[in-house]
């Protein structure tokens, strides 16, 4: 019985398909048991190779792959596009796979290691979940944009973002600041070690300086979408009138529960202070413009692709923090007696 494809040759092996294109690849990071594990199962039952792949163990991976996690996510393309720009003048060529936000990027990386020959990647918004572990079982050279990989151990990562906890605790200063005590934060999954769960604790550090209760149910879990921020602010304000001020985790939710608090016939920032997180053009030209922290994307982008061409000659992963602006809008103000 022959074998026609490496998902053949894995199950037959009981071992993952990005394990067999490793082997087949004669890449170090493989253990003896499972190369041989492998090799039996080819020569047992007469692997052929397709015509794509039948000189795969002679040819070396041939491009890096940017995963963008959010097709919708107007501040992550933006920082895809130019790190286009930036790979332009490397050689190693660089092109974008786009994922829904409730897709699992890690699988994406590994289908793109086994079957389409990517050799390195760039992860924009991802998820440091269990699920990240594929990171260190792929053994390539990967960069973590927008998200801080520094304590998951990783000796094949780097990464670059700004200090999440720190701006969130900002801004959730600022809006303390102007006399809001009831304030709702709507934004991504509070656990685990990724973005949404550090801008989660900023927040909580800013409300326990101040002495500050927090209700659990003003903290409304969203997709990063106009839509669902919309809906989020809908089902929160039918239940919570009192709330003066909402932070929100990203510019585009902020514009989302703008205008449904408008709907609500409540007026921003007169009635309800908004925040915003990431800084997108878009912020600047809405009414109100919105108060929000500013990402330096051109700056994440470039060092992104500078890291990722440096660990391919053979450099050391490297953790990048990169700065952070509060950008003062319309959309916050002293809260109304």
Do not use: W
């Not at 790979?87 to 060529?93: D, I, L, M, S």
């Not at 973590?144 to 701006?167: H, K, L, P």
């Not at 300086?209 to 106009?226: C, K, N, P, Q, V």
């Amino acid at each position: 019985m022959e074998i026609y494809t490496i998902r053949d040759v894995a199950r037959r092996a009981g071992v993952a398909v990005s394990t067999v294109s490793r082997v087949l690849n004669g890449r170090p990071d493989v253990s003896e048991e499972t190369r041989k594990k492998v090799m039996d199962v080819v020569e047992e039952y007469g692997f052929v190779q397709n015509r794509n792949a039948r000189n795969l163990k002679n040819t070396k991976p041939i491009f890096a792959a940017i995963i963008v996690r959010g097709r919708r996510n107007a501040f992550l393309n933006d920082i895809a596009e130019q790190m286009i720009e930036c790979a332009q003048g490397f050689k190693t060529p660089f092109l974008i796979k786009y994922i829904d936000e409730e897709d699992d990027e890690f699988d994406a990386m590994r289908q793109l290691y086994a079957e389409k020959r990517a050799g390195s990647f760039i992860l924009l918004g991802a998820r440091m979940d269990e699920r990240s572990e594929a990171v260190r079982a792929v053994g390539v050279p990967v960069v973590f944009a927008t998200v801080d990989a520094a304590n998951m151990g990783y000796e094949n990562a780097s990464s670059v973002c700004i200090d999440d906890r720190a701006a969130t605790r900002a801004m959730m200063d600022h809006i303390l600041a102007q006399g809001h005590t009831r304030v709702a934060v709507i934004g991504g999954c509070r656990d685990g070690e990724d973005i949404f769960a550090k801008r989660y604790l900023g927040a909580m550090d800013s409300l326990s300086a101040h002495g500050i209760d927090y209700d659990a149910e003003e903290y409304i879990l969203s997709r990063f979408t106009l839509e669902d921020a919309y809906d989020s602010a809908m089902r929160l304000f039918s239940a919570h009138r009192n709330i003066t001020a909402v932070l929100t985790m990203s510019d585009m939710m902020a514009i989302g529960v703008i205008r449904a608090l408008r709907d609500l016939g409540l007026r921003v920032p007169q009635d309800v202070s908004v925040s915003g997180f990431d800084g997108i053009e878009l912020a600047r030209y809405c009414i109100p413009s919105i108060t929000t922290v500013r990402q330096p994307p051109e700056e994440i982008a470039r060092r992104s692709v500078a890291l990722l061409c440096d660990m391919l000659d053979g450099g050391a992963p490297q953790h990048v923090k990169v700065d952070y602006a509060l950008v003062d809008g319309e959309s916050v103000a002293r809260v109304r007696a």
